[in-house]
């Protein structure tokens, strides 16, 4: 049996910096180290706060992204308690710079139960040519066929859904795409399950020439556990560097506590390449052209916070 989300929060809220990669086994051979640099995050420093007043609220799964006015900083946002039902809007903040100062802006969409959306979860954006790509999950009544949807904007600050409709649909509550170009085509990894209704969770990827129309998923990293809710293999996240792939992927040995599997393949991971754990929930990892950086945020997190990210 899977944890729910708020299983997951409850039993690993308590999870602190200090958690080893010994804590982070959770795949069947996780505890094996592969052959070269571990990845590891220093102290992470809060840098965003979204609560209101004496309301507290909190960004989950988020996106950066550096436009011609600064950067910008996309999430799913709720007020405290956790509600993912209701996760319904996302949060726009700004900053001059990665660090900050950060302030808050009008939500950047809400959902549309036209559009057949239920939620607004894990957006993702990425530019192209002179268009910005917001890829994320708008749910649906069917968790068998979770919607992956897309909006368009020239700005960051104007958003357009697409006007084809979804994207594409998957399950078991497929969602937190992430998108990257990899040699002639795109790549989305998103977490699923290894069929629709249920199984063992997964990071699945598709291609695409055109960010619009996508192959059909192949598993790209499948985990021991099984189930429908949660899961270990949420907020996938790929970098390339020197020749190889690394994945970070969540929340394991906690709700804080994402671990990183290295490849030389980026459509095959295993937990025999786990290379580094992190003390973060959703991690992002940002390159802002000087340094290596890891973003932590969740429920009950007080917003986001960074940590400097090495590779050694």
């Not at 549309?112 to 894990?122: M, Q, R, S």
Request: aromatic share 14%; glycine share 12%.
């Amino acid at each position: 049996m899977s944890l729910s989300r708020r299983q997951v929060l409850t039993a690993g809220a308590g999870l602190t910096a200090g958690a080893g990669l010994a804590a982070a086994g959770i795949g069947t051979s996780s505890s094996a180290r592969a052959d070269g640099p571990t990845v590891s995050a220093g102290t992470f420093k809060r840098i965003y706060d979204p609560s209101v007043g004496t309301q507290q609220w909190y960004i989950n799964d988020h996106t950066f992204v550096r436009g011609d006015d600064g950067w910008h900083l996309f999430g799913i946002t709720h007020p405290e308690p956790a509600n993912a039902e209701d996760e319904r809007q996302f949060a726009h903040a700004t900053a001059p710079t990665l660090e900050g100062p950060w302030t808050r802006q009008d939500p950047a969409l809400t959902y549309d139960p036209g559009y057949g959306e239920t939620v607004l979860w894990a957006p993702h954006v990425i530019k192209h040519a002179d268009t910005y790509y917001m890829f994320y999950c708008g749910g649906g009544y069917d968790h068998s066929r979770f919607a992956i949807n897309l909006a368009t904007s020239t700005d960051l600050w104007t958003w357009q859904r697409h006007a084809g409709g979804t994207l594409f649909r998957d399950g078991y509550d497929a969602r937190d795409p992430f998108v990257m170009r990899h040699a002639d085509q795109w790549v989305m990894y998103y977490t699923a399950t290894s069929y629709s209704g249920g199984g063992n969770h997964t990071v699945m990827a598709r291609t695409s020439s055109d960010l619009i129309n996508w192959s059909e998923s192949q598993a790209v990293f499948t985990d021991a556990k099984s189930g429908t809710w949660g899961g270990e293999t949420e907020s996938p996240y790929v970098v390339q560097r020197d020749g190889r792939w690394y994945l970070f992927i969540g929340p394991r040995g906690g709700y804080v506590g994402t671990d990183v599997f290295v490849s030389d393949d980026p459509f095959a991971f295993t937990t025999a390449g786990l290379c580094g754990h992190l003390a973060s929930h959703a991690a992002e990892i940002i390159n802002d052209g000087n340094s290596w950086w890891a973003s932590h945020s969740g429920w009950g997190q007080g917003g986001v916070s960074l940590a400097p990210l090495s590779w050694s």
